[in-house]
């Protein structure tokens, strides 16, 4: 397995893994370690059934309950997120946000499988909040520590 940061601010690219098979404590370990050094992994060309993306996610922590989008019939915990062309409606979580961060005990993450992706738009953007707290002025800071525990 090879871990690869992407030279943004998160992010990184895993290669050499089979998703698809049960991973070894290690190798859980390893992939945990590098999403907490990263914030986002990402596994390109996997091919996984919906009982693959649920073993694979229990490597991470408990699931999250979504209060809004219902799971697909026979499962407890995949939802599917998608979006035909010629939909007019506005999009789905259009704007910027944060899974479940509303919720008083939310997930540790989400766990996103992309089956099929347009060649343009569809796109998911993630950041670093981490790095934006760090890096933020002391003064923007303090005012924020006064609505915010920060």
Known sequence: MQIEPSGEACGAFVTGINLSAPLSRAVIAELRAAWLQHHVLVFRGQD???DDLE???LCFGQ???DP???PIAGREHVIAVSRLAEEKAPL???TFHSDWSFQE???AGTCLYGITIPPRGGDTVFVNQHLALAKMPADLRSQLARIIHV
């Open 48 to 50: 996984l059934n919906d």
């Open 55 to 57: 073993r694979f996610t």
């Open 68 to 70: 809004f989008i219902g």
């Open 63 to 65: 699931f999250g309950e």
């Open 92 to 94: 789905f979580a259009g």
């Open 105 to 107: 005990k939310p997930p």
